[in-house]
């Protein structure tokens, strides 16, 4: 739907993380990029070389690493693709029915990194300024 914005991320489960974590917030969101994008590199490679075994462990770590920060849709993807890559070894398949969500997941991983970084930001405008307009949306205003 034109205007929306997918909720990627439970702000109530993010504000609990960045309370409990303290000052180190910033540092372990850092890791959560780094790892992050680790994650989807081996996932992805894995993929194309059709390796399910090489999928379980990225994709169990993003799951892991996104549900600290309230990424759940991030989560239950990166677990959608952890179990049936298990299923797959399991069933010594290749894992090509998870091409369609290997293709989703990074997409899907920097728009949750941009929702993060909006609302984690040190200078994100918390509310409007005296003197200052608020900024406006297209189409209203």
Sequence with gaps: MAGETLALVDWDVFSRARTELG?????????????????????????RARNATAL??????????????GAEPLAALSEH???VARRCVETRQ????????????RPMFEETLAQI?????????????????????????
Excluded: C, N
């Excluded at 000052?23 to 490679?45: H, M, N, P, T």
């Excluded at 379980?56 to 920060?69: N, R, Y």
């Excluded at 290749?94 to 997941?105: C, K, Q, S, T």
């Design 81 to 83: 693709i952890e179990k």
């Design 94 to 105: 290749a894992p090509d029915e998870l091409i369609p969500d290997v293709v989703r997941l």
């Design 23 to 47: 000052a180190g917030f910033i540092r372990i969101l850092g890791y959560f990029r780094e790892d992050g994008v680790k994650s989807i590199q081996a996932i992805e490679e894995a993929m």
């Design 56 to 69: 379980v462990i990225p994709a169990h770590t993003l799951k892991g690493e996104s549900l600290q920060f």
């Design 117 to 141: 970084d909006r609302e984690a930001s040190p200078l994100m405008q918390r509310r409007p300024s005296f003197g200052r307009r608020p900024p406006t949306v297209f189409g209203q205003g």
